[in-house]
């Protein structure tokens, strides 16, 4: 499928997309109110909840903004690239279960995104106030997949 075509097609059928849809599907992260679909080979998570929807959006913006710096950037213009982009959501969602849990184990992974962010707004009053210098660390240490090395591209001495 050409890539215009399916963008054209994702959009149609998800209108209300996840704004931690990377996170959803690097399998790190799960949401009560996400639903996941296939679209020729490739996962898309949708919203079921427009408000919470925006939430999210809020979030993501904060975590963005926060990061700059952390992530070598002078400011961001649109969309990160995609492992940036998968640094922030995960690192960013991390830095907020831990600050609600201090002994949360983070290879566990978000087990609910919807209900984290509902008890860290209940803590904080508002995605405003949440500690952002504390969840910047924890962006800043996250680890993605590492790359699988081909055995064609291994040096042999």
Do not use: W
């Not at 109110?33 to 919470?52: K, N, P």
């Not at 700059?68 to 995960?90: C, S, W, Y």
């Amino acid at each position: 499928m050409e890539e215009n075509r399916y963008r054209e097609t994702y959009h149609s059928i998800n209108p209300c997309r996840c704004v931690f849809e990377k996170s959803i599907n690097s399998r790190r992260c799960q949401c009560s109110i996400a639903h996941r679909f296939c679209l020729a080979d490739r996962e898309g998570v949708s919203c079921t909840v427009d408000l919470a929807q925006k939430r999210c959006q809020s979030l993501l913006t904060a975590l963005r903004n926060s990061a700059i710096f952390a992530m070598r950037l002078t400011r961001i213009d649109g969309a990160l690239p995609h492992g940036k982009e998968v640094k922030v959501q995960n690192g960013g969602l991390l830095g907020l279960q831990l600050l609600l849990e201090p002994s949360y184990q983070t290879e566990q992974g978000i087990s609910d995104i919807n209900q984290l962010l509902s008890q860290a707004i209940q803590r904080y009053q508002s995605i405003d106030a949440f500690p952002y210098d504390v969840i910047v660390k924890q962006i800043v240490r996250f680890e993605g997949r590492t790359r699988r090395v081909k055995a064609a591209d291994k040096k042999t001495p």
